[in-house]
């Protein structure tokens, strides 16, 4: 497979469910991101992580629980989420600007988990 | 404090026409990075193109377009001869040179393009 690659694309979540959201990069890349997506509102940066430590904690509610093993993966828990919760949920990678030079640090994304909480 | 306006909340053309999308930004920091990226109806947002602060020329590739104007502080992209393809939401995105991590999204423009 080649570049970001989410799953599940889709789920659906109970408030009482606990899942996990997978993000895996093929890009090489060092550094990645969560987003939410809700529907009319920009883009919301949730956390990032650089060389596997997280670097922004975007003030996201503590029942979002993100984990990065290595570089190519990143997983967000999630346990007792609320309706307001139900986005889409974006994994983005980018490599260190100071490493690889202009332009390596533009994002590319997945294809997103769509997510619905009950 | 940084901010991206995609004043254009929704445009509709039919196909062949031309289309621009307009992006105004607002940035305290001398050196930043602007960018492109389309949203089709898959979700996935796909990177169309990256400038910095210090490079005014426009960009040309195919069909699309963009012209960087700093003395208005906007970014605005062109489709020419628009195709049913080009329907998506376009999102205009801001970083700055003290924090490329952080990407500051506009709120997206909607693009329908009919046959």
């Known amino acids: 497979e080649t570049g970001v690659t989410q799953t599940p694309r889709h789920l659906v979540m109970g408030m009482t469910n606990k899942k996990s959201l997978k993000c895996e990069q093929h890009?090489?890349?060092?550094?990645m991101y969560w987003y939410k997506q809700s529907a009319k509102k920009p883009l919301e940066l949730m956390f990032v992580y650089n060389f596997k430590e997280q670097t922004e904690n975007n003030s996201v509610p503590s029942r979002f629980s993100p984990e990065c093993p290595n570089s190519s993966h990143l997983f967000l828990h999630l346990h007792t989420l609320q309706p307001e919760d139900s986005a889409l949920y974006l994994c983005a990678s980018s490599q260190d600007r100071l490493a690889g030079g202009e332009g390596a640090d533009t994002q590319y994304f997945g294809p997103g988990t769509r997510l619905t909480v009950l | 404090a940084q901010k991206v306006t995609q004043a254009q909340t929704e445009i509709s053309v039919v196909e062949k026409e031309d289309v621009t999308l307009d992006c105004v930004y607002e940035t305290r920091d001398t050196t930043y990075y602007l960018f492109w990226y389309k949203q089709p109806p898959s979700g996935e947002l796909v990177f169309l193109i990256r400038r910095n602060s210090f490079d005014e020329q426009n960009e040309i590739s195919g069909r699309y377009s963009w012209n960087f104007q700093k003395s208005t502080s906007s970014f605005n992209f062109t489709i020419t001869a628009s195709q049913v393809v080009d329907s998506a939401v376009y999102f205009c995105?801001?970083?700055?040179?003290?924090?490329?991590?952080?990407?500051?999204f506009g709120t997206g423009t909607r693009l329908q393009v009919f046959p």
């Open positions: 890009l090489g890349h060092n550094a």
């Open positions: 995105a801001l970083s700055e040179s003290y924090n490329t991590d952080k990407l500051i």
